[in-house]
């Protein structure tokens, strides 16, 4: 049993979003599957604060507080987390937990992974336990296909995993690099609508046809001998095109579970074509969408292109803005006892 560091009241976690850019490996020849490459962006995270409770709640050892705001389907997510977390560390002592802020829910932004690795992360900081974040995602049922976001967690940029083999456990993260910081990246959301998710994901993917050997082959090579060496000489013209190119044969083989179209989202696609014509780079829908994403040089242009780009009559109700790769982890806030109502130490550990 673990007891709670006396000095700590509470411990607030903040995870950035994240971008899915393909998966790399679809195909069911013998060896590793899946695999991928993601990117941390900043202006949307995921933000909770865990406390030591002042009294116990109505589901026994935990309370959500929603600071004045009804329950969610997301809030209400956060807390089993935490349950299933206060059972797995056997930690003692009632918690309070509450959620500042969410990234977009089942927009294919990763939000279920960076909810549940926040919720772990606080837990194990306010009761002095080291990080096992790997270990963590496999607790709480994340990271059975991508290691996307636990690779995120840990130093932000941009990540690629390995994909699963034949060993148990989250896919290993083999490559990560800063992204630039002038470059700026473009969202595309729709708020009105949700991507695939849940059971749904795991009957798709099982029923999903198999990728050709040939495709499989081809994004591998497209990620290792152009996306990759291209992060590394700031030459967004080929990172841009790999990307684009990986997307479209991504967006082909998961055509039949969208609608017939390479995006979720008939309006999405719309501002992204106009965004492509205009110049902007590495077009593309992050994880099931329906949120689209492309690259600028710049922060002007940027501007630029979301300025051109919110003039097409389908904009309209979608939320277009301006993002930066964001090249850290998830922020670790310990809240200290003599701080209470004043300030917070930031935990010099920034998980990476």
Known sequence: MHDSIPHLVGVTVAVPARLHLGFFDLSETPGRRFGGMGLAVDDLKTSITIRRARRTGPFGRAEALHQKKPPTAESDRALRYL???EQALAVVGSHELSVAELTPAHAGLGSGT???????AGLRRLHGLPLDVEADALTLGRGS?????IGLFHRGGLVV???HGDRPGAAPIISHLPFPDSW???????PGRRGVHGADEATTFATLPPMSEADAAHICRLVLMKALPAIAERDLANFGAAVTEMQARLGDHFASRQGGARFTSPDVAAVLETLAGAGAAGIGQSSW???????APSAAAAERLVAMARTHPRSRGLDIRVCRGLNRGA???AHAESLRDADSQRDSQKTG
């Not at 960076?114 to 772990?120: D, E, I, M, T, Y």
């Open 114 to 120: 960076q909810l549940a690795l926040a919720v772990a």
């Open 83 to 85: 349950q299933a977390m």
């Open 145 to 149: 296909r991508s290691g996307i976001g």
């Open 331 to 333: 922020e670790i806030i």
């Open 184 to 190: 700026r990246v473009i969202l595309v959301l729709e």
């Open 161 to 163: 995993d390995g994909g």
């Open 289 to 295: 969408g329906p949120t689209g994403f492309a690259f």
